[in-house]
């Protein structure tokens, strides 16, 4: 069976979504390929990517499956299973960074000459960071993004006004902002409620926090500065004053937390956010969509957006000591604050096994085509449930979707405000992007953060051990071949 890539695509682009898909002149050109996708638990992530593979399957005679494992076992199932010749997988979709290791091990298709074929893919509508960032490696198209993630920070639009508070540009406002509401009864259910909300629990992806904390005082001139390593000598750039204060601002949010934060992970801080418990939360973009859902019915439209908060003390790289921001030293500061909007996750995004047979493949990225094409993904952007974020300049440029699913158009211009803000801030902090990254964020960042935050270790400690484990990690992966890349993920080509 021989594939149209083009021809399937531009029909797929008019297939009729009213609660399933019609059939198409093309429903049989897979008929009997099966695909099989591996992705994270759901309903998040997992739950829509299913109910698009039934719409797909339905319209090209394919059996897309998606299959879940949570989500601190799916790179190494995913690695596993690729790089063991089992092959059992066809698809991943995972953390758009995670892919870089596989890429280097030549186990992912080149997604480049089915993408220059698909008009219905709109790639050029696919906002530039991720276009260009989280797609790409080596110059060339590997992942197709179906959700864009960043941290900002959201607030009680409401409970603000009330106190004459205004959204925290910094830190020092933000815990301010948390012990000023922290205790005020914000659902009148006569019960206190809290000033800060963060996910705290390990093994949970709670560690995207302590870098969107982080990004701000050690990045300062750009998003191509980095903050992970120094691009000469591979140095972790963690064990210094930045990350220690870092440690210490995120763990202090927990005195206006709930109690059990250091257990909840994110659907149970979501939880408390719908139910009108929480005035601020450091969270991917779900929250404006959430806040829309039903059971966000406590804070429908009064919720407010805004970049991460910053700081007026950065890094000095050299000493390794905090200090102030000048115009030399934070040239991208707004009124002496510097802000550097993390890309916690990157994003999710599929990456097709390059050993699967031809007709897979081309099934494989027709479907993944079909998630992202601004047909479907601008309707699912706007449910929070779906766990996917904008990502395309039509999804943020035009409000009428988000009003559509019950946004006040008050909330959607502050909210899509909010995103463009984070996304043309040109220091905006690239997630880290090389072999491993899952072993340095997912596996020691993890670890000692969660003993930093059980007070089994100081923060000083906590960043030792980290800079010690990084150090591990990146030697086991061969030093000169990690500098490579990183430099390449930040568009150092010298």
């Not at 091990?105 to 000459?113: F, G, K, R």
């Not at 604050?337 to 027709?366: C, E, L, M, T």
Request: charged content about 25%; aromatic content about 10%.
């Amino acid at each position: 069976m021989k594939f149209k890539l083009r021809r399937l695509c531009a029909s797929l682009a008019t297939v009729a979504l009213a609660g399933a898909v019609s059939a198409t002149s093309q429903a049989a050109d897979f008929d009997g390929v099966n695909v099989e996708v591996l992705t994270r638990t759901g309903p998040v992530i997992a739950k829509r990517l299913a109910e698009r593979a039934d719409e797909f399957n339905k319209a090209t005679g394919a059996n897309v499956t998606i299959n879940e494992v949570p989500f601190a076992e799916l790179f190494q199932k995913v690695l596993t299973d690729w790089a063991s010749g089992t092959n059992s997988i066809d698809v991943g979709v995972f953390a758009s960074g995670w892919a870089v290791e596989l890429a280097d091990a030549d186990l992912i298709e080149d997604l480049t000459p089915y993408v220059d074929a698909d008009e219905a893919l709109q790639h050029d509508d696919i906002a530039p960071f991720f276009r260009e960032f989280n797609q790409k490696i080596g110059g060339k198209t590997k992942l197709i993004t179906v959700d864009g993630d960043f941290q900002m920070m959201y607030y009680r639009r409401d409970i603000f006004d009330e106190l004459g508070l205004s959204a925290p540009r910094n830190w020092e406002e933000y815990m301010a902002a948390a012990k000023a509401t922290h205790g005020t009864d914000m659902n009148g259910d006569g019960e206190p409620d809290y000033g800060s909300c963060i996910f705290k629990k390990r093994n949970a992806q709670s560690y995207f926090a302590i870098m969107s904390v982080a990004a701000a005082f050690s990045q300062t001139q750009g998003t191509g500065q980095g903050f992970f390593f120094d691009p000469e000598t591979m140095k972790p750039l963690v064990n210094n004053e930045a990350w220690i204060e870092a440690f210490n601002v995120y763990k202090a949010t927990g005195q206006y937390g709930p109690p059990e934060e250091l257990n909840h992970d994110i659907g149970d801080t979501r939880s408390l956010v719908q139910a009108g418990r929480c005035a601020m939360v450091i969270d991917w973009g779900d929250i404006g969509p959430l806040s829309i859902d039903e059971a966000g019915a406590a804070i429908k439209n009064k919720m407010g957006a805004a970049v991460m908060p910053g700081t007026s003390k950065v890094l000095d790289r050299e000493s390794g000591k905090l200090v102030d921001c000048d115009e030399t030293r934070c040239p991208h500061a707004i009124d002496g604050i510097n802000q550097s909007p993390f890309a916690a996750f990157g994003g999710w995004a599929g990456a097709i096994n390059k050993k699967a047979d031809d007709s897979v493949k081309q099934a494989a990225y027709a479907y993944l085509s079909y998630v992202n094409q601004p047909e479907q993904s601008n309707v699912d952007v706007t449910m929070g449930w779906t766990g996917f974020n904008p990502y395309r300049n039509s999804q943020l440029n035009d409000t009428s979707k988000w009003i559509e699913a019950g946004f006040s158009p008050e909330f959607a211009e502050n909210y899509l405000g909010a995103i463009k803000d984070s996304l043309n801030n040109p220091n905006m902090a690239s997630d880290l992007k090389i072999p491993g990254t899952a072993q340095y964020q997912g596996v020691v960042l993890d670890r000692e953060l969660a003993r930093f935050l059980a007070d089994e270790i100081t923060a000083a400690e906590a960043v030792a051990n980290i800079e010690a484990g990084w150090e591990e990690i990146t030697d086991d992966f061969d030093r000169e071949t990690q500098q490579a890349m990183y430099k390449a993920s930040l568009g150092i080509t010298n």
